[in-house]
């Protein structure tokens, strides 16, 4: 498999998990044809091309050449220049073979351009009933203050690095997003947990979270109890980084009662508190993990890869998930 069928797939299984539905992500990329046809010489000069298939911004292939062919992958969910000095290490002394460096956080153009992504969470509010004029309102605002945080930041550290050093690199970001938010919103429609107990019971027999558990980062009820019920149940785990400080009280009002996220900051879980939500924190990292294990699986059905996971990441295959064929007991409350 080359860099450049590597990506695109994951482009592909990004667009196929995206919780927003095909159409809605095909109506983007009809949009972004439609304004390229219209730029002018100079502004095609600055213009990524690959907008006009991949509606991810935070995932592209950073440094190397597309063709390069690859079988082994050192892929971790930090890749910053520590990771790609071992890499080089490794390759020079021949322990092992590494053709292609994967970051899952975005580095270079894909860091600089973040924000882009961040409109996905806007469609994820309104299909859960936000007023889409304050979902849009709310998330343009803090849209802007992303925009504003990158811009001072050294985007080209890691890749330049990677650059020097001759390793090809690339990084996958809101596809593996993706594929983790709609495993985890399906899980949860067909368990259908009662309880907040329940619902970390499910988390927690997912070998990505028991591993994590096992570490000391185990899934846990930040706001509410094992006894609290779920309710309707919102799977915050997509759409570049954290959204809105402001929307928790919307999202009550949507009738949203549970929220599962990667992570939450002190603010905003405050602010979630004073909106009466529960939240569970399934853990960064390993939610990270399992959604590139989920996109990883999907594309290794066409050629198997060989992974060395780094910064946070292993490689788990199918055969230990819920929905695998594998029994497992009802989380549900009470059983």
Do not use: W
């Not at 919103?185 to 067909?190: H, I, K, P, S, V």
Request: some cysteine; glycine content about 8%; aromatic content about 4%.
């Amino acid at each position: 498999m080359t860099i450049e069928q590597i990506y695109k797939k994951a482009v592909e299984i990004g667009i196929r998990n995206d919780p927003r539905g095909k159409n809605e992500v095909a109506k983007i990329l009809r949009a972004e044809n439609e304004k390229f046809a219209k730029l002018t010489p100079e502004e095609l000069e600055l213009y990524d091309q690959d907008r006009l298939f991949n509606p991810y911004s935070d995932t592209r292939i950073l440094f190397g050449s597309p063709e390069t062919k690859v079988r082994s992958v050192i892929l971790g969910i930090d890749m910053e220049a520590a990771e790609i000095l071992l890499a080089y290490t490794l390759n020079k002394d021949r322990r092992q073979r590494i053709d292609l460096v994967i970051a899952h956080h975005p580095e270079g153009p894909a860091l600089a351009r973040l924000h882009d992504v961040m409109g996905l969470q806007t469609d994820l509010l309104t299909g859960f009933g936000v007023n889409v004029s304050v979902a849009e309102r709310l998330m343009e605002k803090r849209i802007s203050e992303i925009e504003r945080r990158l811009l001072p930041v050294n985007h080209d550290r890691a890749v330049s690095a990677a650059r020097v050093l001759g390793l090809p690199m690339m990084c996958i970001h809101t596809p593996a997003d993706n594929c983790v938010t709609t495993y985890l919103a399906r899980l949860f429609e067909r368990e259908k947990p009662e309880t907040l107990g329940g619902l970390v019971k499910i988390l927690k027999e997912i070998r990505e979270y028991r591993k994590s558990a096992a570490g000391g980062a185990a899934p846990s009820i930040v706001n509410g109890s094992d006894a609290n019920r779920c309710g309707k149940i919102y799977v915050d785990m997509t759409g570049g980084t954290e959204g809105s400080k402001d929307i928790f009280d919307e999202q009550a009002a949507a009738g949203i009662a549970t929220i599962v996220g990667m992570h939450m900051s002190e603010e905003s879980l405050e602010r979630a508190k004073k909106a009466n939500l529960n939240v569970v924190i399934a853990g960064h990292i390993a939610s990270d993990t399992l959604g590139l294990n989920l996109l990883f699986d999907e594309l290794e059905k066409e050629e198997k890869i060989e992974f060395l996971g780094v910064s946070g990441f292993e490689r788990i295959r199918p055969g230990d998930r819920p929905g695998s064929g594998k029994k497992r007991a009802s989380a549900r409350a009470g059983r």
